[in-house]
């Protein structure tokens, strides 16, 4: 299949297919809906999520929640009676998914977060059982912490983190009986964030904040059996009450953006950021770690992220407009941007292009960046009231969208190729989430669609599955989805207008500039003669030239009532566009429409005639 993509919208969960056909597929057909007072469908579905390994789909409703599989998301795996199943999430493999619901107030005993073992065969009419149910009543931070390929899990348990070794043949989570255990410091503040690696070795960083006037720690442990003593890297550092981790894709590099709550120097709402960069050789650092502090200049950290390939990063950082610098594993420079107001930087899943973009309160300009031609830009294009920014699997298509809380109106999603070329468009009334669907890694058995038979990748795998994605294509090959093909013909200059887009707001100074030729008016002021009578000026004769005459320009009452009209035809015709192109109008713009012959006869009365006709 070519890179899927689903969206969730006010009634309904669409799946669509990717490049160059964009058909809807009917993602499942058991989708709950409930009608409403005005007799439309309403969807009852609270969360929605797609599995990281592209296997499940997943959503809760007020009663209970359902996992689909299949190619096109339309089996059903199970349902289950669950009530008020607020979050969802999955495990990074996706062999497990968590439920957080609302805790009961009856019931102080309550467990409100079940795990579900998904990668085995389920029998239709048997109510499957959670392998792990605990209570956690706060929202944020409630999932336990899985690794790369869910052979290990994570939670905190007193005042140590408590690591136990999965086995799939028979999951059981014990964590009375761990297989490692990191305890908490007895000197300082406890972890306060942490966040274990993605490698198929594993290790865990930690954070310990800042308090009376003892340093904020970042460490890196590796997983190993027992209680864990041993650190692999290590740095302390001052101006640090929370933090953000993240880790390379290879596991072996962190960063770190501490963060402190109030700016001393009174310049940002957001206090002060510093960034950090631990990084160890070999596996569980055998070969030793390193810390450094990566230099950056003054202001917020607007978004940093690893490239795919784990040996560098980008930062954006600075006041607007930002500086945006590109580093190796040692914190060194290795290529700068000149300074642009973005804040967003998005590698491509290949690591070939870097998509460099401003969204939130910027004006939605992107570019893109070929990595492997030293970050040369090869497009750039606007994308307005972006809220939602993700590259496809493949590499070579980018999604933009517009969604609802973030922005009410104009919602809708746009997908564009590398080359700036946008290939998709489709506009909702109330769109609520967008993702890509990455398809599976692994290999699974032979007559199933989701359940695994080995957890490592393997080299064909990884071939087969790129073979399979997005079709690298010139600007010259692109196919245009007909709903992209309207949208780019409304930008497009008419031959009338002289190749200038009309339709814009000019101010009166650049309007009368444009009536003089470009030159500017200033009311009151006789510009200096040209032409012969400079001649005559350089000659030392008397500038004879005397100013042209003031005309008053008075409008008849009919040409008046035919510029009303024309502005009138002119709105229709916008209306008519916008309703070929597929878009809802509302009950006073399709009365207006049908006001046309009206209008039209108006001005033949007048003698006007349509020059376009």
Same mark, same amino acid.
């Given at each position: 299949?070519?890179?899927?993509?689903?969206?969730?919208?006010?009634?309904?969960?669409?799946?669509?297919?990717?490049?160059?056909?964009?058909?809807?597929?009917?993602?499942?057909?058991?989708?709950? &809906?409930?009608?409403?007072?005005?007799?439309?469908?309403?969807?009852?579905?609270?969360?929605?999520?797609?599995?990281?390994?592209?296997?499940?789909?997943?959503?809760?409703?007020?009663?209970?929640?359902?996992?689909?599989?299949?190619?096109?998301?339309?089996?059903?795996?199970?349902?289950?009676?669950?009530?008020?199943?607020?979050?969802?999430?999955?495990?990074?493999?996706?062999?497990?998914?968590?439920?957080?619901?609302?805790?009961?107030?009856?019931?102080?005993?309550?467990?409100?977060?079940?795990?579900?073992?998904?990668?085995?065969?389920?029998?239709?009419?048997?109510?499957?059982?959670?392998?792990?149910?605990?209570?956690?009543?706060?929202?944020?931070?409630?999932?336990?912490?899985?690794?790369?390929?869910?052979?290990?899990?994570?939670?905190?348990?007193?005042?140590?983190?408590?690591?136990?070794? @999965?086995?799939?043949?028979?999951?059981?989570?014990?964590?009375?009986?761990?297989?490692?255990?990191?305890?908490?410091?007895?000197?300082?503040?406890?972890?306060?964030?942490?966040?274990?690696?993605?490698?198929?070795?594993?290790?865990?960083?930690?954070?310990?904040?800042?308090?009376?006037?003892?340093?904020?720690?970042?460490?890196?442990?590796?997983?190993?059996?027992?209680?864990?003593?041993?650190?692999?890297?290590?740095?302390?550092?001052?101006?640090?009450?929370?933090?953000?981790?993240?880790?390379?894709?290879?596991?072996?590099?962190?960063?770190?953006?501490?963060?402190?709550?109030?700016?001393?120097?009174?310049?940002?709402?957001?206090?002060?950021?510093?960034?950090?960069?631990?990084?160890?050789?070999?596996?569980?650092?055998?070969?030793?770690?390193?810390?450094?502090?990566?230099?950056?200049?003054?202001?917020?950290?607007?978004?940093?992220?690893?490239?795919?390939?784990?040996?560098?990063?980008?930062?954006?950082?600075?006041?607007?407009?930002?500086?945006?610098?590109?580093?190796?594993?040692?914190?060194?420079?290795?290529?700068?941007?000149?300074?642009?107001?973005?804040?967003?930087?998005?590698?491509?899943?290949?690591?070939?292009?870097?998509?460099?973009?401003?969204?939130?309160?910027?004006?939605?300009?992107?570019?893109?960046?070929?990595?492997?031609?030293?970050?040369?830009?090869?497009?750039?294009?606007?994308?307005?009231?972006?809220?939602?920014?993700?590259?496809?699997?493949?590499?070579?298509?980018?999604?933009?969208?517009?969604?609802?809380?973030? @922005?009410?109106?104009?919602?809708?999603?746009?997908?564009?190729?590398?080359?700036?070329?946008?290939?998709?468009?489709?506009?909702?009334?109330?769109?609520?989430?967008?993702?890509?669907?990455?398809?599976?890694?692994?290999?699974?058995?032979?007559?199933?669609?989701?359940?695994?038979?080995?957890?490592?990748?393997?080299?064909? &795998?990884?071939?087969?599955?790129?073979?399979?994605?997005?079709?690298?294509?010139?600007?010259?090959?692109?196919?245009?989805?007909?709903?992209?093909?309207?949208?780019?013909?409304?930008?497009?200059?008419?031959?009338?207008?002289?190749?200038? &887009?009309?339709?814009?707001?000019?101010?009166?100074?650049?309007?009368?500039?444009?009536?003089?030729?470009?030159?500017?008016?200033?009311?009151?002021?006789?510009?200096?003669?040209?032409?012969?009578?400079?001649?005559?000026?350089?000659?030392?004769?008397?500038?004879?030239?005397?100013?042209?005459?003031?005309?008053?320009?008075?409008?008849?009452?009919?040409?008046?009532?035919?510029?009303?009209?024309?502005?009138? @035809?002119?709105?229709?015709?916008?209306?008519?566009?916008?309703?070929?192109?597929?878009?809802?109008?509302?009950?006073?713009? &399709?009365?207006?429409?049908?006001?046309?012959?009206?209008?039209?006869?108006?001005?033949?009365?007048?003698?006007?005639?349509?020059?376009?006709?």
């Amino acid at each position: 299949m070519t890179s899927q993509f689903f969206l969730k919208t006010s009634q309904d969960i669409e799946l669509f297919q990717g490049y160059p056909t964009f058909d809807q597929i009917n993602a499942n057909s058991e989708q709950e &809906v409930v009608p409403a007072e005005d007799g439309k469908k309403q969807s009852n579905i609270i969360a929605s999520l797609l599995s990281p390994c592209g296997r499940f789909l997943a959503y809760s409703t007020k009663t209970n929640i359902k996992v689909f599989h299949g190619e096109s998301l339309d089996k059903l795996l199970f349902a289950i009676d669950l009530k008020d199943v607020y979050d969802l999430q999955f495990s990074p493999a996706g062999n497990f998914i968590n439920t957080w619901q609302r805790p009961s107030v009856d019931d102080p005993n309550d467990k409100n977060v079940n795990i579900w073992y998904l990668n085995q065969e389920y029998t239709q009419g048997v109510d499957p059982t959670p392998v792990f149910s605990y209570q956690y009543k706060s929202q944020n931070s409630w999932t336990l912490q899985f690794s790369k390929l869910d052979n290990y899990a994570l939670r905190t348990v007193g005042k140590e983190i408590r690591i136990i070794k @999965l086995d799939f043949q028979n999951v059981e989570f014990n964590f009375d009986k761990p297989f490692a255990t990191l305890p908490q410091p007895t000197d300082s503040q406890p972890f306060s964030t942490y966040l274990i690696s993605p490698a198929e070795h594993p290790t865990i960083a930690t954070f310990i904040p800042e308090k009376s006037g003892k340093p904020a720690q970042l460490t890196i442990w590796p997983i190993t059996e027992g209680k864990i003593i041993k650190k692999i890297a290590t740095k302390s550092f001052f101006k640090a009450d929370s933090c953000q981790l993240k880790w390379n894709p290879q596991g072996n590099a962190v960063l770190c953006l501490a963060i402190t709550d109030f700016d001393a120097q009174n310049k940002s709402y957001y206090g002060e950021n510093t960034l950090y960069l631990l990084s160890f050789q070999g596996v569980n650092g055998t070969l030793g770690g390193n810390s450094v502090r990566v230099s950056l200049t003054t202001g917020p950290v607007h978004d940093f992220t690893w490239s795919p390939t784990s040996r560098q990063f980008g930062v954006i950082a600075g006041y607007m407009p930002a500086t945006i610098s590109f580093f190796d594993l040692r914190g060194n420079v290795v290529h700068s941007l000149p300074q642009q107001s973005k804040n967003t930087m998005l590698f491509s899943p290949t690591g070939k292009y870097i998509l460099i973009g401003g969204f939130g309160n910027l004006q939605g300009s992107v570019e893109i960046l070929d990595r492997h031609n030293k970050f040369k830009s090869i497009t750039k294009f606007e994308a307005t009231n972006t809220s939602v920014c993700k590259w496809s699997p493949g590499g070579e298509f980018i999604m933009t969208a517009t969604t609802s809380p973030r @922005l009410r109106v104009d919602n809708g999603i746009k997908i564009w190729h590398i080359s700036g070329s946008l290939v998709f468009n489709k506009e909702f009334k109330e769109l609520l989430k967008v993702d890509w669907r990455f398809p599976c890694p692994f290999k699974l058995t032979n007559g199933s669609d989701y359940i695994v038979k080995d957890f490592e990748v393997k080299d064909d &795998v990884l071939d087969e599955m790129n073979n399979t994605l997005d079709p690298k294509l010139t600007k010259n090959q692109l196919q245009i989805h007909s709903s992209a093909a309207g949208v780019v013909i409304k930008k497009k200059p008419s031959a009338s207008s002289g190749g200038k &887009v009309s339709g814009g707001y000019k101010p009166p100074h650049a309007r009368r500039a444009a009536a003089n030729g470009g030159q500017r008016v200033v009311p009151g002021y006789t510009p200096p003669a040209t032409g012969a009578a400079n001649k005559n000026k350089k000659a030392g004769g008397a500038n004879t030239t005397t100013p042209p005459a003031k005309t008053n320009t008075v409008i008849s009452p009919e040409e008046k009532k035919i510029r009303q009209l024309v502005k009138k @035809l002119r709105s229709i015709e916008s209306l008519k566009q916008r309703q070929i192109n597929g878009e809802t109008l509302e009950l006073t713009q &399709v009365q207006k429409i049908s006001s046309e012959e009206t209008v039209r006869k108006g001005l033949e009365a007048l003698g006007w005639k349509d020059e376009d006709e």
